[in-house]
């Protein structure tokens, strides 16, 4: 009787791992692919390609040249006040708060930098204080219709330290669901943000170690449609 129970339970064991994926190596290639495609709060923008950024596209991704274009618009705020927070999501808890104002979301920002070839850092956490971020280095620039030139992004924010700013891929995909901050960019290395300044340690702005501010004799007039774009070094 133990034996024919025990046959039993192994054929209801077997049409169960088949019907989620045909073996126990599929249900562990799941579990993987689940933890690689987490959830995207907020309103999804999913990369596109082909295409140019404006606030229905607002993300575009180009593989061949490794790049990832973001639309979105200018906070004039943060050229008179000092902020942490280079590019948020609108929708995000920090939306508001960052010198540019994304029309893309941080999650699926950061896994369109994944697909054009970046390396997260992933090395920070809260506890993680004046400690740099890593991950691929990022060149960043910001465009908008009638700039004499496209800029680096050091050209356009005045940094109390003088240090000129190097983005790095971060990742933190997970705590960017999580926080929902909506934090792309960070003027400081952060344990939230996709991408943050590497020259800045983990918590400088909060200790008052140094300040950003837009520079508002180079940048548009506030609400000005830009887009900002992150290439692979």
Not at 39 to 66: F, I
Not at 114 to 120: D, L, N, Q, R
Not at 140 to 146: A, C, E, H, R
Not at 149 to 173: C, D, H, M, W
């Amino acid at each position: 009787m133990k034996k024919l129970l025990s046959i039993v339970l192994t054929g209801m064991l077997a049409v169960g791992l088949t019907a989620c994926g045909g073996t126990q190596q599929g249900a562990n290639q799941n579990q993987e692919q689940g933890h690689d495609h987490l959830e995207v709060k907020g309103t999804p923008t999913p990369a596109e390609e082909g295409v140019e950024p404006s606030e229905q596209h607002p993300l575009v991704m180009d593989k061949e040249a490794k790049t990832v274009k973001v639309y979105a618009t200018l906070n004039g705020k943060y050229t008179v006040e000092p902020t942490r927070h280079g590019l948020n999501f609108h929708e995000g808890k920090y939306g508001s708060q960052s010198l540019f104002t994304s029309y893309a979301n941080q999650t699926n920002f950061h896994d369109a930098l994944v697909e054009v070839g970046g390396v997260p850092g992933n090395n920070l956490t809260a506890k993680s204080k004046g400690e740099f971020i890593e991950g691929s280095e990022l060149n960043v620039t910001v465009s908008w219709d009638g700039a004499p030139k496209e800029y680096n992004i050091t050209e356009l924010v005045a940094s109390s330290s003088g240090k000129p700013i190097q983005y790095k891929f971060g990742g933190n995909r997970e705590n960017s669901v999580e926080k929902f901050t909506g934090c792309l960019a960070c003027f400081d290395s952060c344990p939230v943000g996709v991408a943050s300044n590497s020259s800045e340690p983990h918590g400088a702005f909060d200790g008052k170690e140094v300040e950003f501010l837009g520079n508002k004799d180079l940048l548009p007039a506030d609400g000005t449609p830009i887009v900002v774009t992150f290439a692979l070094k």
